[in-house]
């Protein structure tokens, strides 16, 4: 059996009473083989007398001789069906000569050149993946370097007021925009303010105290 630890590193035994079965995996994407199954004789006969001795009220130990003979060339003809499933995943894998691990063929093997493709990648695949982590990269700094916080007081020290029409910052009290000349909450708010500067009008007040604009 050590010449084929190499390849049975990688398995799953499926095996029971009635028979053996294997499943092999790539040692890369761990797609797997399942070997055919390769019926047990003991196994069977041992299922026999046990369903004889259950009709027939007992057969003076009949299920326990089945069994201690199982277990006496259990091992001999495990080991036979593991060599036998071996040789049948050993038709589908491919063994890479450089790196010596047995891969699937269809995912995982570069045939052009002849090895596995952790040795040699395809072309076409490492190109697409290598643009596909470039854009993750570059979308990363993008957003890094924009500053979505900029009109957020952490400290708050002063509330921060966005204009309604392009948000732009405005200072407190500011009646009107100076980005856009949009009139901001305050200007909306009950009262009269000049309208040129946003300074408070008294009701009868015609003109701006601080500005001189008429109202």
């Not at 201690?68 to 060599?83: M, S, T, V, Y």
Request: hydrophobic share 35%; net charge neutral; glycine share 10%.
């Amino acid at each position: 059996m050590s010449t084929m630890l190499q390849f049975v590193a990688n398995y799953d035994d499926l095996s029971t009473d009635k028979g053996y079965q294997f499943k092999f995996h790539c040692d890369k994407c761990r797609n797997g083989y399942m070997s055919r199954f390769q019926p047990n004789a003991i196994g069977i006969a041992g299922g026999l007398l046990q369903a004889a001795s259950s009709f027939f009220g007992g057969l003076s130990g009949a299920e326990n001789a089945a069994y201690h003979i199982q277990r006496a060339i259990g091992g001999k003809a495990h080991d036979g069906a593991l060599e036998t499933a071996v040789a049948e995943g050993k038709t589908y894998f491919k063994q890479c000569t450089r790196c010596g691990h047995w891969v699937c063929p269809d995912v995982c093997w570069n045939g052009s050149a002849g090895l596995c493709e952790d040795c040699a990648p395809d072309e076409q695949e490492e190109l697409r993946a290598q643009q596909a982590l470039a854009t993750r990269e570059q979308i990363h700094t993008k957003t890094r370097a924009q500053d979505y916080t900029q009109n957020l007081d952490f400290l708050g020290r002063t509330p921060l007021v966005q204009c309604a029409n392009c948000q732009a910052k405005l200072a407190a009290g500011q009646k009107f925009c100076p980005s856009c000349g949009a009139p901001s909450a305050a200007a909306q708010a009950p009262g009269r303010f000049c309208t040129g500067c946003g300074t408070g009008l008294k009701p009868d007040q015609k003109f701006c105290a601080d500005c001189g604009a008429k109202n």
